[in-house]
C-alpha cells in the first residue's frame, strides 16, 4: 500500500470517528433532554414538561440527522470497495479497520450504544411515570364522580356506607 493510500485510509477512519463524535454529542443532548423532563415529570412543572418537549423534538432530530450522516459515509465507502450500500453495518465495518483505528472506533461505537440504551431506558421509565400519574388522575376523577372500585367505599356523615349513585359521589355536579 503507497504511502497515499495510507493517508487517503487515515482521513476516512478520521471522518468516520468526527461522525461519532457527532452522534454521540448529539445523542448526549438528548439524554440531557430526557433527564431533566423525567425530573419535571416527578417535580409536576409542567411548565418545565413543555419546555423540554421542544428541547427533546430539536435534540432528537439532530441525533437523527447525524446518524443517517454516519450511514451514508458508510455506505459509500462500502459502495468504494465494491460491496453494497448496505453491508457491512457501522459494527463489523469497524471490525475490519486496521487496528490503529479500530481500537479508537470501537470505543466511539461502544458509546454509542451505550447513550442509545440510555434513550430507549430514560423513554420508558418516563413514559411509566407518566402513566401512573394519569391513571392517579383517572382514578381521582372516577372517586369525584362516585365511580369506586369494589376495594374503596366512601362514607356518609353517619360511617355508613352509601349504596352508589349520586349518595356515593364526592362532588355534586347537578346545576
Same mark, same amino acid.
Given at each position: 500500500?503507497? =504511502?497515499?493510500?495510507?493517508?487517503? #485510509?487515515?482521513? /476516512? @477512519?478520521?471522518?468516520?470517528? =468526527? ?7 448529539? @445523542? ?26 421542544? %428541547? ?5 432530530? %439532530? ?14 465507502? &462500502? ?16 471490525? $475490519? ?17 451505550? !447513550?442509545?440504551?440510555? /434513550?430507549?431506558? #430514560? ?11 394519569? $391513571? ?10 362516585? =365511580? ?6 366512601? @362514607? ?11 349518595? !356515593?359521589?364526592?362532588? &355534586?355536579?347537578? /346545576?
Amino acid at each position: 500500500m503507497s =504511502e497515499g493510500d495510507v493517508m487517503r #485510509l487515515t482521513e /476516512v @477512519y478520521d471522518r468516520l470517528r =468526527e461522525l461519532l463524535d457527532v452522534e454521540l454529542s448529539r @445523542y448526549g443532548e438528548l439524554n440531557e433532554a430526557l433527564e431533566k423532563k423525567q425530573r419535571a415529570i416527578v417535580a409536576g412543572d409542567l411548565e418545565v414538561i413543555r419546555e423540554c418537549l421542544g %428541547r427533546e423534538s430539536v435534540c432528537t432530530k %439532530r441525533a437523527l440527522a447525524a446518524a443517517e450522516a454516519r450511514t451514508r459515509f458508510i455506505a459509500e465507502m &462500502n459502495v468504494h470497495r465494491g460491496r453494497r450500500a448496505d453491508e457491512p453495518a457501522l459494527g463489523k465495518f469497524i471490525d $475490519e479497520s486496521p487496528p490503529p483505528h479500530r481500537d479508537r472506533l470501537q470505543a466511539r461505537h461502544r458509546k454509542l450504544r451505550e !447513550s442509545l440504551e440510555t /434513550v430507549v431506558r #430514560l423513554n420508558r421509565e418516563n413514559r411509566r411515570l407518566l402513566a401512573v400519574g394519569l $391513571e392517579c388522575v383517572r382514578g381521582m376523577i372516577r372517586l369525584i364522580l362516585g =365511580e369506586t372500585d369494589d376495594e374503596a367505599e366512601l @362514607y356518609d356523615v353517619t360511617g355508613a356506607a352509601p349504596t352508589g349513585g349520586a349518595k !356515593s359521589r364526592i362532588l &355534586n355536579c347537578r /346545576v
